[in-house]
């Protein structure tokens, strides 16, 4: 069955102090894997997108990475400002329709 | 500004009343989608539309309805609302391919409770 799982299910961190997710999935061959950041009562906004095993992608403090079975998004001297919650997704390769499978998320919080 | 429209933004209201939630997007997008969000579930797809007239069933259709008679507009239709279509529901688009091509951009959400 595809599944996706991520950890911590919470963070909270020191500003500055880096860190990593972790995003673990199970599919039939992947399509690609997502990432998002979503806000207290916002809708998800869009992070990157993750293709193949050793791709990587960075944005400011945000660099996301990929294997066979997982993609960490690794962050980098955060500040507050990066509080949110970040949801990874993953669209496998063979499936009978278009479909986007997402993680609980995990809830992150950098104190100052 | 791009964005994804959603209406009405908080609705309360009773089993068995049929209810419509509308989505506008203006960045002339070929996808579309609606996931419900619920607490310890995440995000599920419930129905999504590759192109005007083309409409599909995602991981969790059952009691809900859509149309796409129209690029811009992807209303979801509950026909006889359950209180376990209680949830937080998000509208997506992007361009054609889908998600797994293209940014996918999300409207703001609407809170429904039904009692």
């Known amino acids: 069955e595809d599944q996706v799982t991520q950890s911590p299910e919470a963070l909270r961190l020191q500003e500055g102090e880096s860190s990593s997710l972790n995003c673990s999935y199970t599919?039939?061959?992947?399509?690609?894997l997502f990432w998002y950041r979503q806000d207290p009562g916002k809708g998800p906004e869009f992070l990157f997108t993750?293709?193949?095993a050793g791709e990587e992608k960075e944005k400011e403090r945000l660099k996301a990475t990929l294997t066979k079975k997982e993609s960490f998004l690794h962050i980098t001297a955060p500040k507050p400002e990066d509080s949110a919650t970040y949801l990874c997704?993953?669209?496998?390769?063979?499936?009978?329709?278009?479909?986007?499978?997402f993680g609980p998320g995990t809830s992150l919080s950098v104190i100052p | 500004e791009a964005q994804v429209t959603q209406n009405p933004r908080y609705l309360i209201t009773v089993t068995g009343k049929k209810l419509t939630v509308t989505c506008s997007q203006n960045?002339?997008?070929?996808?579309m989608s609606w996931y419900r969000q619920d607490p310890g579930l995440g995000l599920r797809q419930i129905y999504y539309?590759?192109?005007?007239?083309?409409?599909d069933k995602g991981d969790v259709p059952e009691g809900y309805k859509v149309s796409r008679k129209e690029k811009r507009n992807f209303p979801l239709i509950l026909e006889s609302p359950s209180p376990n279509q209680t949830s937080l529901y998000f509208c997506?688009?992007?361009?054609?391919?889908?998600?797994?091509?293209?940014?996918?951009?999300f409207g703001p959400g609407t809170r429904l409770t039904v009692l």
């Open positions: 997506a688009s992007s361009l054609s391919g889908g998600p797994a091509y293209n940014e996918q951009f």
């Open positions: 997704a993953v669209q496998p390769m063979k499936t009978s329709y278009d479909k986007v499978i």
């Open positions: 599919v039939s061959g992947l399509r690609g």
């Open positions: 960045m002339n997008h070929e996808y």
């Open positions: 539309s590759m192109n005007v007239e083309v409409t």
């Open positions: 993750l293709y193949s």
